[in-house]
């Protein structure tokens, strides 16, 4: 993974994260950040956002808010053309580790039901399916199941 950085979000890449989303519209559901959203993320303690850079483009982000002694992943997003080179798996490693310092019992999170390499990724980190959400996403009049997944850290 040469020329690949791992980084928080900070001030200066506000903007290039607005953009990036933009780019993907379709892919993040229309579910995006707006710049006002990430720079309140940016500035609660309850919130991080993790940013993969490659050649200082972002090609990834994950964003997490912590609830109480949980933690819920809110989005996390590969482009396309930067898949299937561990980047979310690193992301999510960082996520983890963070968690386990911060001693969080559980990370959670909704994933479309038929979103396979999502679930992969999940269950390759010890995720469990812990529920369903029957009707839970609506894209163009069609609606969609979500699987609940859960990793117990204590
Ligand atoms: C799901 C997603 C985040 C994976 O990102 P990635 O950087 O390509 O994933 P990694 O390279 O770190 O892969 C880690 C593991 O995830 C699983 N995985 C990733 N992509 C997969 C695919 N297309 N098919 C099956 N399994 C897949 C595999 O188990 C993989 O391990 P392996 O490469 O050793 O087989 C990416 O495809 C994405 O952004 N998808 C669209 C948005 C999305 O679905 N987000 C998750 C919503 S909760």
């Known amino acids: ?3 690949i950085k791992f980084k928080n979000l900070d001030l200066s890449l506000i903007d290039k994260l607005v953009l990036f ?5 379709d892919e993040l ?16 303690k309850y919130n991080s956002t993790y940013i993969c850079l490659d050649q200082d483009s ?11 002694n949980y933690c819920e992943i809110h989005s996390l997003f590969v482009s396309p053309n930067s898949r299937r080179k561990g980047i979310a798996m690193t992301l999510l490693h960082n996520l983890i580790a963070s968690c386990k310092e911060k001693k969080i019992d559980n990370i959670f999170l909704e ?12 269950f390759k980190n010890n995720f469990k399916i812990y529920g369903k959400r029957e009707k839970y996403y609506k894209f163009n009049d069609k609606e969609f199941d979500a ?8």
Do not use: P
């Not at 989303?21 to 519209?25: A, E, M, V, Y």
């Not at 229309?30 to 609660?44: A, G, H, P, Q, Y």
């Not at 972002?58 to 109480?68: D, E, P």
């Open 58 to 68: 972002i090609v990834a982000f994950l964003s997490a808010q912590r609830i109480l």
């Open 111 to 122: 994933v479309m039901e038929s979103n396979k390499a999502a679930k992969n990724l999940y």
């Open 1 to 3: 993974m040469r020329d």
């Open 147 to 154: 699987s609940l997944m859960k990793l117990y850290l204590r």
């Open 21 to 25: 989303q933009k780019n993907f519209l």
């Open 29 to 44: 559901n229309r579910n995006v950040f707006s710049k006002k959203e990430l720079i309140r993320n940016l500035n609660s």
